[in-house]
């Protein structure tokens, strides 16, 4: 079956410490897979996805397909990182077509002064 | 920036009426998705529509749902007869032409379905 697990479901920092949002998957084939953020009162945008190795804002994220994880990391936190964290599979992503997108339940990251 | 919009951002409706959800897509997209969160649980894909039909649904879009897009700029979430267990947050998705690589699915605020 097709999952994606976010083990936390809050995760409280101080400003400066390094941050790790975990998210592990469950799929057979090569999935595409991206971190979502929501910050308060605002809608669900892409932070990043695994293929174009980017880093933004600071965050990165490596897919390690032997553990079947893709966590956020990010060496020192802002208080304006704080927001709900999403990860996500895209599963047909290399089948060639548009497929849904298969979300985690979500982390809330509380970064404090 | 273009946006996705929804209206309304907040429906309250008894048990057993039909309600219709709004959505704007980004004018360019072609493809649209539907997904809910009820509160405290996932973000939970429901269906994905393009070319005027519909290319995918879960096992969460049953017959008590549709989708449709009247016009050349809405996309509309019907639910013929809401149950208590539909209240929650819907969130419509839009993203443009497949390419090479992946098109980012823009998200619109959400409607908050309260069934009473």
């Known amino acids: 079956a097709q999952r994606v697990t976010q083990p936390e479901k809050l995760l409280s920092v101080f400003k400066g410490a390094p941050v790790e949002l975990k998210c592990n998957y469950s799929?057979?084939?090569?999935?595409?897979l991206f971190w979502y953020v929501q910050y308060s009162r605002q809608r669900l945008q892409l932070l990043l996805r695994h293929i174009s190795r980017e880093s933004i804002k600071g965050f990165t994220a490596d897919l390690n397909k032997g553990e079947t994880s893709f966590h956020l990391k990010k060496p020192f936190a802002q208080e304006e990182d704080s927001a709900m964290y999403y990860c996500a599979l895209n599963p047909a992503f290399y089948g060639g077509s548009q497929g849904n997108l298969i979300f985690g339940k979500g982390t809330k990251l509380s970064v404090k002064p | 920036e273009p946006e996705v919009t929804q209206t309304p951002s907040h429906q309250v409706t008894q048990m057993g009426q039909e309600v219709i959800l709004r959505c704007v897509p980004i004018s360019n997209h072609l493809y649209f998705y539907w997904y809910r969160q009820i509160l405290g649980q996932k973000v939970e894909f429901l269906v994905s529509f393009y070319n005027n039909e519909i290319s995918e649904k879960s096992e969460i879009f049953d017959d008590q749902f549709s989708v449709e897009r009247p016009d050349g700029s809405n996309f509309t979430l019907k639910i013929r007869s809401t149950k208590l267990e539909d209240s929650a947050m819907y969130f419509c998705a839009s993203h443009g032409m497949v390419a090479d690589s992946y098109n980012e699915q823009f998200f619109g605020p959400g409607t908050r379905l309260t069934v009473l």
């Open positions: 799929y057979s084939g090569s999935p595409e």
